[in-house]
């Protein structure tokens, strides 16, 4: 999509920015893992395909996407912001007719990252960033059924299981975001800055380059 290409979150341990191209040779470097393809239900793609794919998730419509990068390494300016990814987080709008409804994605790519209470503060941040930019009222999740560590975490952001599809070994959990939820999400993520993603960028050349 395009109206986050500009749009930096900052978290108290993470900081959220658009997937650039930059971004693109680590990202393949991760999706190089068994592992991280059987969590994600990926197919390795070539650096060439690595690169059309975030042309799509800058351009598509039904996208959006933010790499999340330590914000306590992001704010070290000798370190490059490759330097400080940890994984991505999406939401796509699955359903033509209802612009409402959106399935959430979540990817703590480095090992020593997970564990740790990183995806549910990132996860908390999408949604507010989904339930406030782009109107979602309703959450959805898929899930490799391996992927308990997901599902838990899920569960504990109050999504209640609607499916089991045993064909692909997955299960669906929803959220609808009612009064109640909006307000509690809303007053947790009131910490979250918005900054401007470029300016911010350039802020941070200009500690390096001294």
């Keep these: 999509m395009?109206?986050?290409e500009n749009t930096l979150l900052e978290g108290h341990r993470v900081v959220l920015v658009p997937y650039n191209k930059h971004h693109v040779d680590r990202y393949h470097e991760w999706m190089k893992s068994p592992e991280l393809q059987l969590l994600t239900a990926s197919e390795p793609l070539s650096l060439e395909e690595e690169y059309n794919m975030q042309r799509s998730w800058r351009e598509d419509d039904d996208k959006c996407t933010f790499i999340i990068l330590?914000?306590?390494?992001?704010?070290?300016s000798s370190l490059e912001e490759e330097q400080c990814m940890?994984?991505?987080v999406n939401i796509?709008?699955?359903?033509p007719t209802d612009p409402s409804l959106a399935e959430l994605e979540i990817m703590i790519a480095e090992p020593s990252y997970r564990g740790k209470g990183i995806g549910k503060e990132v996860t908390r941040?999408?949604?507010?960033?989904?339930?406030?930019?782009l109107g979602i009222?309703?959450?959805?999740?898929?899930?490799?059924?391996d992927n308990q560590v997901s599902i838990a975490m899920f569960?504990?952001?109050?999504?209640?299981e609607v499916s089991v599809c045993k064909v692909f070994k997955e299960v669906t959990l929803e959220l609808t975001v009612d009064k109640s939820i909006r307000m509690k999400l809303l007053d947790d993520m009131a910490h979250v800055k918005e900054k401007d993603?470029?300016?911010?960028?350039s802020g941070r050349r200009e500690l390096r380059s001294q």
């Design 86 to 88: 940890v994984g991505d």
């Design 125 to 133: 941040m999408m949604m507010n960033y989904g339930l406030t930019k």
């Design 155 to 160: 569960k504990k952001l109050l999504f209640q």
């Design 2 to 4: 395009k109206i986050n």
């Design 70 to 76: 330590d914000k306590q390494r992001w704010m070290d």
């Design 197 to 201: 993603y470029r300016q911010t960028c």
């Design 92 to 95: 796509f709008l699955t359903d």
């Design 137 to 145: 009222g309703k959450f959805q999740a898929k899930i490799g059924l």
